[in-house]
């Protein structure tokens, strides 16, 4: 995309047509206005800012959680009386086909691809008709969304339109013809649904594989200006840091006066590529460390690499006499990116408190961009801008994978905010995994819960899940990088595919994944009791690659607590869930999530608790206070819990963590495991460290050159809180 601006100025008028890729502009006292789904939402004070929270996303319970409905193009759309492209976001759908003879065998191949038992682009390359896209596994490609079909000719039979008509789509009309483009582009879809399509051609089974979205046009864009104060201190690190281009001209007068490190890396016109370099604090979940590989993947793709941790530069210091010395100091990043959890307490705060440093720079006249991503990001929004200025980007989770279009306006010169609802798009460059043996995989973004304590409905938005084939695309990619190990990420990962047309099941996923050639270990988080199935827990039984541990937060033993946090499942529901484990894999690790303290929790409610937890002995239990997060029901209610009572719960429940995860791990004394060897050991760089398939960590002695990615037997030689420590064997696996 260019990096220059462009503005439309809208015009209020009649709309003749519209499809459901193609909504109307929504006008607010003449300025283009995003479109709300969230007017009737109950909000809180933001902690940082003292202002509402940035609600993208219905929060309330029984309110709509369709991403095709939730997430509304109406962002300055232009009037399609006025003559000239759409300014609609949303661009193009990307889209492969099965052409059928008839409908029985279209409908009877669906509900295979439905329950996983084919692939889509398997079964292209072996039964469609359409010898134009059967080689490339039905792949049609993107479809441009600003077709009109007012001068439809209804499927000419030789595929012809009238030649007056401006079609961005004619090329397709062989192959996937005008009205079955009509049919798809006026029904609402997202990625991974799949519909049934006829044309004069016949039946097409066509599925939307993708979506190309503008996300320039979905943020909010503050044109900021910032003087170089005189004097100083002057960090010589390229040419853009004094002002110059890569002619030598001064580059101030080029869209922004921030002194162009970004911009020189971004700028097409640039013919000099410069060493950029950016750091990056991750905080939070397992979604969040995904996020940052993809954040890291768009950085470097643009040239911009990782700081290393002793890199030195020259620093230019004035004398008093007017001349000037150079001195050494530790290398400050370019480009600096937060990517913030808003879960626990306090989270605001830090992030405050981080980039602290780095504005400072900012302020002292260094040539600093400064990234807040993340779920604080979306929660905050526009606010974090007006208490901390010198931010140039705020970006929603949703954006993870497209920090390198929303940099093209931050080269420019502007603030940058983007988090606004919008369809999760494919990865456009490859992930910076942080791991050359163990990957993430993302399987389905957002939550559509509403439990009252939790904020990731509000940050992270509702459900959409990836199409099952750009899973194992990116599966089999990863094993063919030599990855050993796959996790399958989601907040609500139980309920991949309920949002698809038609609806999955994430208990196939399991089990066509596991089936990949290869990949020797698969896992997955986060699993909820309420949409947890018992077929989800037979398909890790009978999947040779799945590992035999869960993940399975329960929250509280108490059902009266259970419900006013709106879980949607009981205590007994839990435990049926676990005695399944247990029938079908014994040896099982179990771990959850528990919150002490929630408002109205009684000490019988917190004894519930404990209850559960001698009941099942989890190898670990992640333990929390609770703690009021903004835009959650529970924050405002009157029972709260006294901070005394909620630290002396966390201790005694933390007490009894300890007693189990030791209890757990001592039963491995003197097996004999299989363990996944990762890493080095930080504290003992003579040793390796690994997991078991029940994920205990593992320490035993070895060369990491020679052991990463490699599956060796162990035999345990003793047993720690968290740990077990052992040597390899030739010895069998221990049977249990």
């Not at 599925?207 to 201190?233: C, F, H, N, W």
């Not at 008093?320 to 307490?345: A, M």
């Not at 690790?589 to 937890?613: C, H, K, N, R, Y």
Request: include cysteine.
């Amino acid at each position: 995309m260019s990096a220059v601006a462009t503005i439309v100025l809208l015009v209020l008028a009649p709309i003749p047509r519209t499809h459901a890729f193609q909504p109307q502009s929504s006008l607010r006292h003449g300025v283009p206005s995003l479109y709300s789904t969230t007017e009737n939402a109950e909000v809180i004070t933001g902690p940082i800012t003292g202002t509402q929270t940035n609600i993208k996303y219905p929060t309330a319970r029984g309110s709509e959680v369709d991403s095709r409905l939730i997430i509304n193009y109406k962002t300055k759309n232009r009037d399609e009386s006025i003559p000239g492209p759409s300014s609609s976001p949303l661009l193009a759908l990307r889209l492969s086909h099965i052409l059928f003879a008839s409908h029985e065998l279209a409908t009877q191949t669906l509900e295979k691809l439905t329950k996983a038992e084919l692939n889509f682009e398997e079964m292209a390359k072996a039964v469609s008709n359409c010898f134009e896209t059967r080689e490339e596994g039905g792949e049609v490609g993107w479809v441009n969304i600003s077709e009109d079909f007012t001068a439809d000719d209804d499927d000419a039979i030789d595929g012809s339109t009238p030649e007056t008509t401006k079609n961005p789509n004619q090329h397709l009309d062989l192959i996937l013809p005008p009205s079955a483009r009509k049919h798809i582009l006026s029904t609402l879809t997202k990625p991974g649904d799949t519909l049934l399509v006829e044309s004069f051609r016949g039946v097409h089974l066509v599925q939307i594989v993708d979506v190309m979205i503008d996300v320039r046009k979905l943020s909010y864009v503050k044109a900021k200006r910032v003087e170089k104060p005189e004097g100083g201190t002057m960090i010589i690190q390229n040419d853009m840091e004094l002002g110059k281009n890569a002619d030598g001209k001064d580059s101030h007068g080029r869209g922004t006066k921030l002194a162009g490190v970004l911009g020189g890396a971004l700028l097409e016109d640039n013919p000099r590529k410069l060493d950029l370099t950016y750091k990056i604090e991750t905080m939070g979940c397992q979604m969040n460390l995904s996020d940052s590989e993809r954040i890291e993947g768009q950085l470097m793709n643009l040239g911009i690499r990782p700081l290393g941790e002793d890199e030195m530069i020259d620093v230019q210091v004035r004398t008093n006499n007017g001349g000037s010395k150079i001195k050494q100091r530790k290398k400050e990043p370019d480009v600096v990116v937060l990517n913030t959890c808003s879960i626990r307490d306090h989270a605001e705060q830090k992030v405050y408190s981080y980039l602290g440093p780095h504005t400072k720079r900012k302020r002292a006249g260094e040539d600093i961009t400064i990234i807040v991503a993340g779920c604080v990001a979306q929660q905050e929004g526009l606010s974090l801008l007006r208490r901390i200025p010198e931010i140039d980007l705020v970006m929603g989770p949703q954006y993870a994978n497209r920090i390198g279009d929303l940099l093209e306006d931050v080269a420019n010169g502007n603030q940058v905010v983007a988090t606004e609802a919008s369809h999760i798009m494919e990865d456009s460059t490859k992930p910076r995994r942080q791991s050359s043996t163990c990957a993430w995989v993302n399987v389905i973004y957002g939550c559509n819960e509403r439990c009252t304590y939790c904020i990731v409905p509000t940050t992270r938005g509702v459900e959409q899940s990836r199409p099952v084939e750009s899973i194992l695309e990116e599966v089999k990619e990863l094993v063919s990088q030599g990855f050993k190990e796959v996790t399958l990420l989601g907040q609500n990962i139980d309920a991949y595919g309920r949002d698809m047309i038609p609806k999955r099941k994430f208990s196939d996923l399991l089990r066509i994944v596991g089936e990949t050639s290869g990949l020797e270990r698969l896992r997955f988080v986060t699993s909820h009791p309420r949409y947890m199935s018992l077929g989800c827990i037979d398909a890790v039984a009978d999947t040779k690659a799945a590992c035999e541990y869960f993940h399975i937060p329960f929250q509280s033993g108490s059902n009266k607590i259970l419900k006013e946090m709106g879980r949607g499942h009981t205590r007994e529901k839990f435990l049926q869930i676990v005695d399944r484990v247990r029938e079908r894999l014994p040896d099982a690790g179990i771990s959850a999530d528990v919150i002490v303290g929630f408002p109205g929790e009684t000490e019988q409610d917190f004894l519930d608790t404990l209850s559960i937890m001698e009941t099942v002995k989890f190898d670990n239990v992640n333990t929390a206070a609770y703690s009021p997060r903004p835009n959650t029901p529970a924050a405002v209610w009157e029972n709260q819990i006294s901070d005394s009572v909620k630290q002396d719960r966390l201790r005694r429940i933390n007490e009894l963590n300890l007693k189990h995860a030791t209890e757990r791990r001592a039963r491995m004394m003197d097996r004999v495991v299989e363990v996944l060897v990762e890493e080095r050991n930080v504290k003992v760089p003579t040793q390796v460290m690994g997991r078991t398939t029940h994920n205990y960590i593992v320490y035993l002695d070895g060369n990491i050159d020679d052991l990463r990615g490699k599956v060796v037997n162990v035999k345990v030689e003793q047993c720690q809180r968290y740990y077990l420590v052992g040597k390899i064997t030739e010895e069998e696996v221990t049977k249990v």
